[in-house]
């Protein structure tokens, strides 16, 4: 059996006398979704922040791929594949939907390294990646609007798809994006899953 992508072991996050996160143990497969439900103040974000750096364990270990990332800083965490969907979306309001998600592609997909081919290749291959990613959070049809103009949901999905641009093993969000949740929407106010690859 595969070891999971995903393990939180005996997790707790504290903030003086009060406990947010209290002893999780809880594990995740490659290609698993995993809903986190709770009332506010349940530590559903905090859990969350835990996976991504955002928040510091007080004890227990988060292992991602076999590595005990629990002291890792998020910038490190992201580099290694876990990605996070804020509740309130980051994107450019004067970009395109597009456009935006070509800047989640273009920061993850440099130019210039071995790995990449020439420009204009590596050009069409962005393209395409954005392409892709708009048809997989159903963004397609408003590729070509102003993302300061999109609806709440809208704007949720393009954070989605600038998340998921980066290639993620392990996609976080709160309050997840429809293109996110399972086939009981209010079931999923929280959840982890391992994002497919563009």
Same mark, same amino acid.
């Given at each position: ?28 497969? +490659? =290609? ?6 709770? @009332?506010?103040? /349940?530590?559903?974000? $905090?859990? *969350? !922040?835990? #996976? ?27 580099? +290694? =594949? ?6 309130? @979306?980051?994107? /450019?309001?004067?970009? $395109?939907? *597009? !456009?935006? #998600? ?97």
């Amino acid at each position: 059996m595969n070891p999971p992508l995903l393990a939180l072991n005996g997790i707790i996050r504290r903030y003086g006398a009060i406990t947010a996160v209290g002893r999780i143990n809880v594990t995740v497969a +490659a =290609g698993q979704r995993l809903a986190i439900t709770g @009332p506010n103040g /349940a530590g559903k974000s $905090t859990l *969350l !922040g835990l #996976i991504d750096g955002t928040v510091t364990a007080t004890s227990g270990k988060v292992i991602y791929d076999g590595t005990d990332i629990t002291t890792w800083p998020t910038h490190r965490r992201a580099r +290694a =594949g876990i990605a996070r969907v804020f509740q309130h @979306p980051q994107v /450019a309001a004067r970009h $395109t939907v *597009l !456009g935006n #998600i070509l800047l989640g592609v273009h920061r993850h997909h440099r130019t210039g390294t071995a790995l990449l081919p020439p420009r204009r290749a590596a050009a069409r291959l962005m393209r395409e990646m954005t392409l892709h990613l708009a048809d997989q959070t159903g963004l397609r049809t408003v590729g070509t609007h102003l993302a300061g103009h999109l609806s709440y949901g809208h704007r949720r999905q393009l954070d989605l798809a600038m998340a998921l641009a980066a290639n993620p093993g392990c996609c976080c969000s709160t309050n997840p994006p429809l293109a996110c949740q399972t086939t009981k929407p209010s079931a999923s106010p929280g959840c982890c899953r391992p994002c497919p690859t563009p």
